[in-house]
């Protein structure tokens, strides 16, 4: 494995990105929404750096079955989402790769009769973009490899590292948990 990001290096980053949302939302009442699983580890991190009022949910989406590192078909379930109609939501992902996901999911969260909907992701791989929208705050931009770390999993491991690295086609090949 190869780190791609240390752990000084993204806690600089949410609070660099802790202080934009400071300075765009303070006043207003903001739903922030992690998006499961990936999301937990930078929403935990994020929401105690935001010192204003604000609600915290989850919603639930996945894409990656089975041993895979390519993407399968996305499913969603926003039935534990809070209501939040009438709320400036913020969304809050992992990452931004071809943008699916977030596409997807801001869409649902219009639907259930938001006032706003913005997005913030920790990472955006860079020439992935497959929709028209893009997240509104972004940590970092990376390389387009798959990263495990802060979060983000290989099956659901790696999720606890506290800092980001890339999972190299050697390391995959004599993968076992
Ligand atoms: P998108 O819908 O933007 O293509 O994919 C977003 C989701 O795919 C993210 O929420 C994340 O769970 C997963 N994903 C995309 N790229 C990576 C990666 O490099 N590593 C891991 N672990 N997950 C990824
Ligand atoms: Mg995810």
Redesign the pocket.
């Given at each position: 494995m190869k780190t791609i990001l240390t752990e000084e290096a993204i806690h600089a980053g949410v609070r660099r990105l802790a202080t934009q949302i400071i300075d765009d939302f303070r006043g207003e009442r903001l739903a922030v929404m992690g998006?499961m699983t990936?999301?937990v580890v930078f929403l935990a991190d994020l929401i105690r750096q935001l010192d204003f009022p604000l609600r915290v949910g989850v919603v639930w989406?996945?894409?990656?079955r089975g041993s895979t590192?390519v993407?399968g078909e996305?499913s969603v379930n926003t039935a534990m989402m809070p209501n939040v109609s009438g709320e400036h939501v913020l969304l809050i992902?992992?990452?931004?790769?071809?943008?699916?996901?977030?596409a997807h999911l801001l869409q649902e969260i219009q639907k259930c009769g938001a006032a706003s909907v913005r997005s913030a992701v920790l990472l955006r791989?860079q020439g992935?973009r497959?929709v028209t929208i893009v997240p509104d705050y972004v940590a970092f931009e990376i390389p387009d490899?798959?990263?495990?770390g802060y979060g983000?999993?290989?099956q659901d491991y790696y999720r606890h590292l506290p800092y980001l690295a890339a999972l190299e086609p050697d390391d995959l090949a004599k993968w076992q948990p």
């Amino acid at each position: 494995m190869k780190t791609i990001l240390t752990e000084e290096a993204i806690h600089a980053g949410v609070r660099r990105l802790a202080t934009q949302i400071i300075d765009d939302f303070r006043g207003e009442r903001l739903a922030v929404m992690g998006v499961m699983t990936g999301s937990v580890v930078f929403l935990a991190d994020l929401i105690r750096q935001l010192d204003f009022p604000l609600r915290v949910g989850v919603v639930w989406a996945s894409s990656y079955r089975g041993s895979t590192t390519v993407r399968g078909e996305l499913s969603v379930n926003t039935a534990m989402m809070p209501n939040v109609s009438g709320e400036h939501v913020l969304l809050i992902d992992d990452i931004f790769d071809t943008g699916h996901t977030l596409a997807h999911l801001l869409q649902e969260i219009q639907k259930c009769g938001a006032a706003s909907v913005r997005s913030a992701v920790l990472l955006r791989k860079q020439g992935r973009r497959e929709v028209t929208i893009v997240p509104d705050y972004v940590a970092f931009e990376i390389p387009d490899e798959f990263v495990v770390g802060y979060g983000l999993d290989y099956q659901d491991y790696y999720r606890h590292l506290p800092y980001l690295a890339a999972l190299e086609p050697d390391d995959l090949a004599k993968w076992q948990p």
